[in-house]
């Protein structure tokens, strides 16, 4: 390990990158970010969960089920996406954990935006599964015939290999350069709320951080977003990525 570190080998370990505002705007325009068939529909769902709720990697999508997340409105009439924590990094319960409250997150719909709302998409996903599939996983496996169907997804959970690329499967049917995995959802949440000038601790409410940790997510992650734009590119035609 010093022979190596000497050779600057594993000094600066490769982080997840931060997904710009233009790349995800391309995603969408390209259809890489769609509800039209079923592959799409769960990328997408997976995209926008991960992002609105900062799960880690693969690992915690492939614990999610239908009693995850439930449909709400607030005193304003406002509706939105509840998700409310199981077992997690943080949260393993047990007598370690036993003054540890499962986090909670809310994604508000987005009504100048039907077609990219999160309560729109995650409706209309669950409408495609099958009940009894969906309390056992939330991600499942596409069917391939489902033409003229009701039904989209089969009852399997979709294997954790598979979700653990998700994110880097969608930047490469895009042909989006860069380190992108499942991480660089959570790592883009915190980014987009630093920016925003949203307190620490209503974001560590959001990903679920209990120490100092979350200063590592903002490594300059907004200016480096801003600086690199120009070296993303989406499929040609797409200006999203330019």
């Given at each position: 390990?010093?022979?190596?570190?000497?050779?600057?080998?594993?000094?600066?370990?490769?982080?997840?990158?931060?997904?710009?505002?233009?790349?995800?705007?391309?995603?969408?325009?390209?259809?890489?970010?769609?509800?039209?068939?079923?592959?799409?529909?769960?990328?997408?769902?997976?995209?926008?969960?991960?992002?609105?709720?900062?799960?880690?990697?693969?690992?915690?999508?492939?614990?999610?089920?239908?009693?995850?997340?439930?449909?709400?409105?607030?005193?304003?009439?406002?509706?939105?996406?509840?998700?409310s924590e199981?077992?997690?990094?943080?949260?393993?319960?047990?007598?370690?954990?036993?003054?540890?409250?499962?986090?909670?997150?809310?994604?508000?719909?987005?009504?100048?935006?039907?077609?990219?709302?999160?309560?729109?998409?995650?409706?209309?996903?669950?409408?495609?599964?099958?009940?009894?599939?969906?309390?056992?996983?939330?991600?499942?496996?596409?069917?391939?015939?489902?033409?003229?169907?009701?039904?989209?997804?089969?009852?399997?959970?979709?294997?954790?290999?598979?979700?653990?690329?998700?994110?880097?499967?969608?930047?490469?049917?895009a042909g989006?350069?860069?380190?992108?995995?499942?991480?660089?959802?959570?790592?883009?949440?915190?980014?987009?709320?630093?920016?925003?000038?949203?307190?620490?601790?209503?974001?560590?409410?959001?990903?679920?951080?209990?120490?100092?940790?979350?200063?590592?997510?903002?490594?300059?992650?907004?200016?480096?977003?801003l600086e690199?734009?120009?070296?993303?590119?989406?499929?040609?035609?797409?200006?999203?990525?330019?």
């Amino acid at each position: 390990m010093k022979c190596s570190a000497q050779n600057n080998v594993g000094i600066r370990p490769k982080q997840a990158e931060v997904i710009p505002v233009e790349v995800e705007r391309g995603l969408w325009e390209q259809g890489f970010l769609a509800i039209n068939d079923p592959e799409s529909l769960l990328r997408t769902v997976f995209y926008l969960i991960g992002l609105n709720f900062g799960l880690r990697a693969g690992s915690e999508h492939r614990l999610l089920s239908m009693s995850s997340f439930s449909f709400h409105s607030d005193n304003r009439g406002k509706e939105y996406l509840l998700y409310s924590e199981g077992v997690s990094k943080t949260f393993q319960g047990g007598l370690k954990h036993r003054k540890v409250a499962p986090r909670t997150g809310k994604a508000y719909a987005n009504v100048e935006c039907a077609d990219k709302c999160i309560v729109n998409i995650v409706k209309h996903y669950i409408s495609r599964c099958p009940k009894e599939g969906l309390r056992k996983a939330f991600c499942l496996k596409p069917l391939q015939n489902y033409e003229r169907k009701q039904i989209w997804f089969s009852s399997v959970p979709i294997g954790h290999n598979k979700l653990q690329g998700m994110v880097k499967c969608i930047m490469e049917k895009a042909g989006v350069n860069g380190h992108f995995t499942n991480h660089s959802l959570r790592a883009t949440a915190v980014s987009r709320l630093f920016r925003e000038g949203v307190d620490d601790k209503l974001i560590k409410g959001v990903t679920g951080h209990r120490s100092e940790a979350l200063d590592c997510y903002k490594r300059g992650a907004a200016c480096k977003c801003l600086e690199n734009r120009a070296r993303y590119r989406v499929r040609e035609g797409c200006n999203g990525g330019k």
